[in-house]
């Protein structure tokens, strides 16, 4: 005999009684990890979307609007390029790329066409569309990571061979050009190209994207800043912020840091996911109130009358010589016991659940995420553990004379 | 070894107060076959808790070898109860859920012997009781007579110096009541204080001393002259 079997063989002889808590306590936990594992999982998943869409923030002179930008990519209007600098030595977290662009309408050939300046590493790890020119397979960073941009503002770290050919190879002379472009004036690869009294070579032609890109030629920013004779000026920067970072204000903040220019999200995509997170954390925490309440509610209940039912059996233990703390352990000891089985078993069957309807109920492939069995346990537990906390209190409080009937 | 000086034990019932025992004084040596006999309600089950320091008095004082049983803290006559005084009771209070065994391992539970010799004391004590091959049935399982054999198990397993118990043989036939009577008379004989609440004339004439008690009031006397009134 010891005090684990005392309780283990107690918990089995009225182990109907304790079904109803034990419910409450299991389905409890399982909604919650399967809200938990399916929500991060979406999360993971527009963040992907919003990668694979480049930009989601977009820095604009306050005189330009965003139906501007997506037109034409051009406004009259800009700023100095020490924003790119600002935005780049603060410590905001969430920036995962910056793509300072100047773009400045020329003719070649006679066609007319926007040239576009930009800082190579930049533009295309935001371009993940441009992949299939072969050439520009840049990883994405990671979310939450500041940005940066080695070619204006860090010394050159080693880098790999497509890396390098990106960022270090479109010299002053190379230039990039859209499908459009290439089309209408007859470009290819390797081709010369004059714009603004200057003769580029053609690195690569960039495959069809079905955008205002398709009809931009890009070469790089120091160039058309000094073929334009603008100076030291862009006119947008477009960021990959981090999705979370952007619902915790990443916006108001660069708004903060940069108050003379216009900080914009793409904001329908953003929305959406805002919402659909602040949906899925209102719905977890209205889940955790209903798991304290109805599951704490429910083990408290069920301990104060297992406590009166068994006030015989504790006044004989005491009356054999059993101390208070004793009592006391005899109790808690089941309510960890139960909070343990319900954590587990809520942590499996919510994570059946959620791997199982995740892919139907929001689209996206959903894996166990072993982190949450940890946070399943600690969450039970706790609420079974502070439930049982004074009913055994007042069982070990109780008075021995129970046990005689007479008294 | 067991004595009781001056005590008096008032419950409030609803508005009024009730005594349930009023200045006790008994004395009682290592040893001795006590019987306590009384109408219902005469104070016998509250001075048997109090005897065994389950039951604080409002006035007055109890002594087990010298010691203040109630100067003590409750833990420390829990402890002094595991060691020294051993309970049966009229309803037997076995745990429903144990067998027979762990029943009688309960009392080596708490004073914390392993659980291997818990397992060969309580099979020891439960032969000599006669219930060698009871040994894995549940209370619901045994016959009542059967149930008391293992409560009287149980009150052996921490070798007590004193028994105390009430009601002994309430609930049992006539030759059950007599087989546990004579149990307790071979426990007197190994040297063990015995003191037993009973309604049973047979049973209060078989200890050596009896107390009376009427009304909350003790009065001592020999067990023939007090049994005398329930023939």
Redesign the interface.
Known sequence: MHLRKLVWREIFERKNQLATSFLAIFLGITAIVAIKNITFYSEKAVARELDALGANILVLPKSATVQDYYSADMQDDEFPEEYVTMLTMSDLQGLDNLSPKLSVPIEIRGRKVTLTGILPKSEFQVKGMWEGAGIFSLPAEGCGNTAEVPDAFKPPVEETLVRKRVIDDLGDNEALVGADVAALIGVQDGDDIEALGETFIVTAVLPQTGTVDDSRMFVHLHAVQRLSGKGPVINAIEIVGCCQAISAGLVQKINKLLPDAKVVTVTQVVDTQIKTNHMMASLSTVFLVIIVLVGGASIANYMYANVFERRREIGTLMALGAGSSLILQMFLLKGLLLGLVGGIGGYILGTVFAVTFGPRLAGIAVMPMPVLVLWAVGLSVGIALVASCLPARNAARLDPCATFQEV | MLRMEGVSKSYNHRTSAVTALRDANVRMNRGDYVSIVGPSGSGK??LL?ML?G??SPTHGRVFVDGASLYDMT??ER??F???NIG?V???F?L????TAV?NV???????GKD?AV?RVCATELLERVGLGDRLDHKPSELSVGQQQRVALA?VLA?DPAVILA?EPTGNLDPETGRQVIDFFDELNEEGRTIVMVTHDPSAAERARTTLRLVEGTVLNGKAESICAGYA
């Open positions: 089950s509250t808790l065994g389950m039951l409750p833990n829990a402890a109860r595991k060691k309970f009771f009229q309803t209070n745990v429903p859920y144990l762990e391992q309960i009392p080596l539970f708490l004073a659980e818990q149980r921490n009430d």
